[in-house]
């Protein structure tokens, strides 16, 4: 039986990737949950099903761990469980995408994860978005200019290879909007400036001044 309080456990690196691509409201309760299980023991109470979907993906890994270091203290390991704990790794080694991870996630989860899964927007697919998140800019800023962010957005991110290394797409979405990313090009080539008039004072016929343009 594993001794608690633990001094440390075993934080993969795949861990941090699961969690970096939650709502910001729900990585801290997610990391400590993670925390709490591996060093105390502690069943999590979390209310968030994202958070209790990268949870369960994570607790198999803990658990493996504990076994090992609980036997590797008796001096002997149970059989197979080394081939079990590279299963385990291999796993979690496959979550690097957005996608990937979005896919594992939802496949973990119930049905309400399903809306989490990021899709692509935009001619060129940098853009990512959860229905969530475009109901949201759909709401907020109206479908018109939505569709402009996310159609300059996208040709941005492709010009440079998203050398920017957006990955916030909602953020960035509303970034575009809040400054008015591309607005004055598109003015200046739907709108070209007029060239402008110039005049010279002359007399009338009634001997009062006025403009002649020419």
Same mark, same amino acid.
């Given at each position: 039986?594993?001794?608690?309080?633990?001094?440390?456990?075993?934080?993969?690196?795949?861990?941090?990737?699961?969690?970096?691509?939650?709502?910001?409201?729900?990585?801290?309760?997610?990391?400590?949950?993670?925390?709490?299980?591996?060093?105390?023991?502690?069943?999590?109470?979390?209310?968030?099903?994202?958070?209790? %979907?990268?949870? /369960?993906? $994570?607790?198999?890994?803990? =658990?493996?761990?504990?076994? !090992?270091?609980?036997? +590797?203290?008796? &001096?002997?390991?149970?059989?197979?469980?080394?081939?079990?704990?590279?299963?385990?790794?291999?796993?979690?080694?496959?979550?690097?995408?957005?996608?990937?991870?979005? %896919?594992?996630? /939802?496949? $973990?989860?119930?049905?309400? =994860?399903?809306?989490?899964? !990021?899709?692509?927007? +935009?001619?060129? &697919?940098?853009?990512?978005?959860?229905?969530?998140?475009?109901?949201?800019?759909?709401?907020?800023?109206?479908?018109?200019?939505?569709?402009?962010?996310?159609?300059?957005?996208?040709?941005?991110?492709?010009?440079?290879?998203?050398?920017?290394?957006?990955?916030?797409?909602?953020?960035?979405?509303?970034?575009?909007?809040?400054?008015?990313?591309?607005?004055?090009?598109?003015?200046?080539?739907?709108?070209?400036?007029?060239?402008?008039?110039?005049?010279?004072?002359?007399?009338?016929?009634?001997?009062?001044?006025?403009?002649?343009?020419?």
């Amino acid at each position: 039986m594993t001794e608690y309080p633990s001094e440390s456990f075993v934080f993969y690196r795949s861990f941090r990737d699961a969690i970096e691509e939650m709502p910001d409201k729900n990585k801290l309760a997610t990391l400590l949950a993670i925390c709490d299980y591996a060093l105390y023991g502690a069943e999590p109470a979390l209310k968030d099903a994202m958070a209790r %979907a990268v949870f /369960t993906v $994570a607790r198999p890994s803990i =658990d493996a761990n504990k076994d !090992r270091r609980r036997n +590797g203290k008796k &001096g002997g390991r149970p059989k197979n469980e080394a081939s079990g704990l590279e299963k385990e790794n291999h796993r979690f080694s496959e979550m690097e995408s957005t996608e990937t991870v979005s %896919a594992t996630v /939802t496949e $973990a989860g119930t049905e309400a =994860d399903k809306p989490y899964a !990021r899709k692509k927007y +935009g001619q060129y &697919g940098w853009v990512k978005l959860t229905d969530g998140d475009y109901n949201r800019l759909l709401n907020d800023l109206g479908e018109p200019e939505v569709k402009r962010c996310i159609a300059y957005v996208d040709e941005a991110a492709q010009s440079t290879g998203n050398k920017n290394k957006w990955r916030d797409w909602n953020l960035v979405l509303r970034r575009c909007h809040r400054d008015g990313w591309g607005i004055s090009q598109q003015q200046q080539t739907s709108h070209p400036p007029q060239p402008r008039k110039t005049g010279k004072i002359v007399l009338d016929e009634n001997g009062e001044e006025m403009v002649q343009f020419a």
